[in-house]
């Protein structure tokens, strides 16, 4: 497989995901906002801002909802906002077009046609909206494309992408103390309410609804799971052929699986925002990993004579 088609298929698994999980991240950031009268808008927004690397406003200008839906939900030229995701998965689609099936092309330029009708609705309908078309592409993704090195690379983006973004979720949580929106709204965000009360019976709390978020092997939205997926992904591009050897993505991700799956959940949740960070470090640690290793469209071409 070219180099270039990688990388797009890449970045469709990982341009679709974000656009879903900023989705559900802003939807609970909004409802909050709208519950709670007495919070403090423009700190909370700033949070938010600051987990998702965004700029925010210089003082006295202040961060409120519409500031942060302009920049994370309706920018069309950033790729760190939904319509910017949606946008870029598309234009990667059209690179990819001999690769990927019929279908997932319509998927992906169908919503990008729709997404103009979409930015005037209300925001929880956009946003449910968003999610609806992520599972459309996400089930497409599955059910037509063979699970050769066009799907491994990208469920590898897609699993990266959901790990490095539900990190981020539980960040927002955790810095939201105990004024911030429950469990059960982080858990029906991230559509975990459901599996959660099956999982443990209906008892809910705190601590083990992090712990469904963050280590549960079973439930395709933790990281672990995630994180898990990725590896898999990575070992059917490149089994591992020398025990002595262990390329350097796999590294990254193996080391915060493990760091997080056999670990004391109290120990993990005590400090959990620097967690997440370390969690979002090693995604981007593994993501320069994979384009050092498969993505190579930036080396420069060298002449090579024809050997007589």
Do not use: K
Not at 64 to 89: E, F, K, T
Not at 222 to 247: F, K, M, W, Y
């Amino acid at each position: 497989m070219l180099s270039r088609i990688a990388e797009s298929l890449f970045w469709i698994g990982r341009y679709v995901e974000r656009a879903d999980d900023t989705a559900r991240l802003l939807d609970v950031h909004v409802q909050m906002l709208l519950e709670d009268p007495w919070q403090d808008e423009d700190l909370a927004c700033r949070s938010l801002l600051s987990v998702m690397d965004r700029p925010a406003p210089d003082p006295p200008a202040t961060a409120d909802r519409d500031y942060v839906l302009n920049m994370l939900a309706y920018d069309q030229m950033s790729p760190s906002s939904i319509a910017g995701s949606l946008g870029a998965a598309r234009d990667n689609a059209r690179r990819a077009r001999e690769v990927i099936s019929t279908e997932l092309w319509e998927a992906l330029n169908a919503t990008w046609n729709a997404l103009a009708a979409q930015v005037d609705a209300v925001p929880h309908e956009y946003f449910s909206w968003v999610r609806e078309r992520g599972a459309v592409v996400a089930g497409i993704v599955d059910s037509t494309i063979s699970r050769d090195d066009a799907w491994q690379f990208l469920v590898l983006g897609r699993s990266m992408e959901r790990a490095d973004m539900t990190a981020r979720l539980l960040t927002t949580r955790a810095l939201a103390g105990p004024d911030g929106p429950s469990w059960t709204t982080f858990l029906r965000s991230c559509g975990a309410h459901e599996a959660f009360l099956r999982t443990y019976r209906g008892s809910e709390s705190g601590e083990r609804a992090a712990g469904f978020l963050l280590v549960d092997r079973l439930f395709p939205r933790s990281i672990v799971h995630a994180l898990n997926q990725a590896e898999e992904c990575l070992a059917g591009l490149e089994p591992v052929t020398d025990r002595a050897a262990l390329d350097d993505a796999r590294r990254h991700l193996g080391l915060t699986r493990t760091a997080l799956e056999y670990r004391p959940l109290a120990a993990i949740l005590d400090d959990l925002p620097d967690e997440m960070e370390q969690v979002q470090r090693s995604c981007t640690a593994a993501s320069d990993a994979i384009r050092r290793r498969y993505f190579r469209s930036g080396a420069p071409a060298q002449w090579v004579g024809e050997a007589l």
